[in-house]
Each structure stands twice: as structure tokens, then as C-alpha cells.
């Protein structure tokens, strides 16, 4: 989206492809986790089933920070794209430094979890 946006000229078309993908595979992620914890939760509270609760318990608090690492990104992609529409280039880049940061983070997190 973004070197569609900067290019001279932008990409219009390409632009507004790309965001559409990315609005939907948000959606899909937020679906897929919200499925996935109402599973793990079902899961912990059936006393017939037999589980590791303590483990289900790890895996649905990762899910949820997870979460809460894509309300950072959306929050920063919004501010992003606000950017892009001004053509403002540098806040840009600031903004799309600071989502790759917050990624970043979660990715270094991630891995120490594993």
C-alpha cells in the first residue's frame, strides 16, 4: 500500500487492492482468534473433557495478547494511512517505522514463548 500510495503516480488502483485485502485478512485473523479462544474456553470449562486447563490457559493468554498487539498496529496502520492520503511522506515513514517496531516486539516476544 504504501509504494502504491508514493509512487508518482500513485497507484490508485493498486492501492485500494491492497487495502481491501488487508481490511479482510484482518477480519479473518480477528474471526479466527475469537473462534479459537471461545474453543479453548469451552474446552477448560467442560469438566467431561480431559485437558491441560493450564495449558489452554498459556495458549488462550498468548491469543490474547496477540490481540492486543493488533489494536497497537491498527491504530498505527490508521495513522499510516492518514499519512499516505495527505501525501505526507515523512510521517509516513515515521509511522510505518513505529508499526514495525510494534511487530517486532511481538515477534521477539513471541519466540521467547515458544
Avoid: C
Avoid at 4 to 26: C, F, I, S
Avoid at 57 to 79: C, H, S
Amino acid at each position: 500500500m504504501v509504494i502504491a500510495k508514493m509512487q508518482e503516480p500513485p497507484d490508485v488502483l493498486g492501492y485500494r487492492a491492497r487495502l481491501e485485502l488487508y481490511n479482510e485478512k484482518g477480519a479473518e485473523v480477528e474471526s479466527e482468534a475469537q473462534a479459537a479462544r471461545t474453543l479453548i474456553n469451552s474446552i477448560i470449562e467442560d469438566t467431561s473433557t480431559p485437558s491441560d486447563n493450564a495449558a489452554l490457559a498459556r495458549i488462550d493468554n498468548r491469543i490474547e495478547n496477540l490481540d492486543d498487539t493488533r489494536r497497537q498496529l491498527k491504530q498505527e496502520t490508521r495513522e499510516l494511512l492518514s499519512h499516505l492520503e495527505a501525501r505526507d511522506f515523512p510521517a509516513a515513514r515515521r509511522s510505518l517505522a513505529r508499526a514495525d517496531a510494534v511487530r517486532d516486539d511481538w515477534m521477539r516476544r513471541s519466540v521467547l514463548f515458544d
